[in-house]
């Protein structure tokens, strides 16, 4: 585990001055398991598939890998959020939101149907639009390409107030 740990560190670093193009799989190429990381776990990053673009219309997930804070496991994350990640980034803690907390649910929603939200119960109400492919950049499937169970959602900071 410290072994997957360590170089998907080298990678994350080494992925900030890479441009490749940019292939893409099936989503079905993932081992799916909703219940594989539960909604507002802690995790740090390992990889990043990054994004040829800013993803605007939605046309593909963005490929994560990471380590669970609370179980140690490591598990793929597949969002449709462009967080701009950079180096540095693999030192801090994230929150994962699951595909059906409003936050992610917000990220797979296009700039169409932003507009049709008039109050916040109407984020529940949203369908999502169905993302079919995944970005990659094949000079990283040997980290990539791997048998970890896989989630949808989007991760974050969560910033917890004081009391």
């Not at 997930?61 to 609370?70: G, P, R, T």
Request: glycine content about 4%; charged content about 25%.
């Amino acid at each position: 585990m410290k072994a997957i740990y360590t170089l998907g560190l080298l990678t994350l670093l080494l992925l900030t001055s890479c441009n490749d193009t940019y292939r893409y799989w099936e989503t079905s190429k993932f081992n799916i398991d909703t219940t594989a990381l539960k909604d507002g776990a802690q995790i740090k990053l390992v990889y990043s598939s990054r994004a040829p673009d800013d993803n605007e219309g939605l046309h593909y997930y963005i490929h994560l890998m990471v380590v669970s804070q609370e179980t140690g496991d490591t598990i793929n994350i597949l969002t449709a959020a462009n967080n701009d990640l950079k180096e540095g980034d693999q030192n801090s803690v994230y929150t994962y939101f699951d595909q059906n907390n409003p936050i992610s649910k917000i990220m797979l929603m296009n700039s169409e149907k932003m507009k049709e939200i008039k109050n916040v119960d109407d984020i529940n109400n949203i369908e999502v639009k169905e993302i079919t492919k995944v970005a990659r950049d094949p000079k990283f499937d040997y980290i990539a390409d791997n048998k970890f169970p896989t989630v949808i959602g989007t991760i974050g900071i969560m910033e917890v107030p004081a009391k």
